[in-house]
């Protein structure tokens, strides 16, 4: 069973909405990051955190923005939702004590813009 | 720029099989290297994760080896089942961030 959880895992909205796309986890990684798949293609970093209050941006360029005000929360929103946004978004955390070094990814959300 | 290519791009074989999928980059200074299956519509499972100093690691009918000097992994799955039909996803770790650079995966299907 997986320890990091998104929501939704559908949702379609139209235009202009403004969405927020949940990510938590439950095992105090430190490390959380979201990625952008498209069909066919290879999943894209867009936001990474290293622990509270730090973000950063990927190396795709997003119109999405992150928050982490909470180890275990790390939450993606888009202001004005687009067609472009259409994709499917990973949120994954990673670890690298004990017995334990790798990464943990949720189900992801699959987003469509109409 | 790191560039990770995965051969063949899909593959069907019948049950009981044993297969390689391929696993390429471009840029040698990694600090590991790891396998992922993705099942359709789904997330990610980490399947395996060698480091740069390993050769190889197992788990269970699967194994995967690394050779970073020549810039090759390979992941062997032994007696291959229609459950490990799925998207097998290579990506190896680098740069001072340690973020994961992705191939485009192997799309395998095993067919009873």
């Known amino acids: 069973e997986a320890d990091i959880y998104q929501t939704p895992r559908y949702l379609v909205i139209g235009t202009g909405k403004k969405i927020t796309l949940e990510c938590s986890q439950t095992m105090g990684h430190d490390k959380m990051y979201w990625y952008q798949q498209d069909p066919g293609m290879e999943l894209h970093l867009i936001h990474y955190s290293y622990g509270v209050n730090s973000t950063e941006k990927g190396d795709l360029s997003s119109e999405s923005t992150v928050s982490r005000i909470r180890t275990e929360h790390f939450p993606l929103t888009l202001e004005s939702a687009r067609p472009s946004h259409t994709s499917q978004y990973l949120c994954?955390?990673?670890?690298?004590?004990?017995?334990?070094?790798?990464?943990?990814f949720g189900s992801g959300t699959r987003l469509t813009v109409v | 720029k790191q560039e990770v290519t995965q051969i063949p791009a899909a593959l069907s074989v019948p049950e009981g099989e044993n297969l390689v999928l391929n696993c390429s980059f471009t840029?040698?200074?990694?600090?590991?290297l790891q396998w992922f299956r993705q099942d359709p519509g789904k997330g990610l499972t980490s399947l395996l994760l060698?480091?740069?100093s390993q050769r190889e690691q197992t788990s269970g009918r699967l194994n995967a080896s690394l050779d970073k000097s020549s810039g090759r992994s390979t992941l062997y799955i032994a007696a291959s089942q229609p459950g490990d039909s799925a998207t097998y996803l290579c990506a190896v770790e680098k740069g001072n961030n340690r973020k994961l650079i992705w191939g485009l995966g192997t799309s395998l299907a095993v067919n009873p």
């Open positions: 840029d040698s200074a990694i600090y590991n």
């Open positions: 994954a955390s990673f670890a690298d004590r004990g017995n334990f070094y790798g990464y943990t």
């Open positions: 060698i480091q740069s």
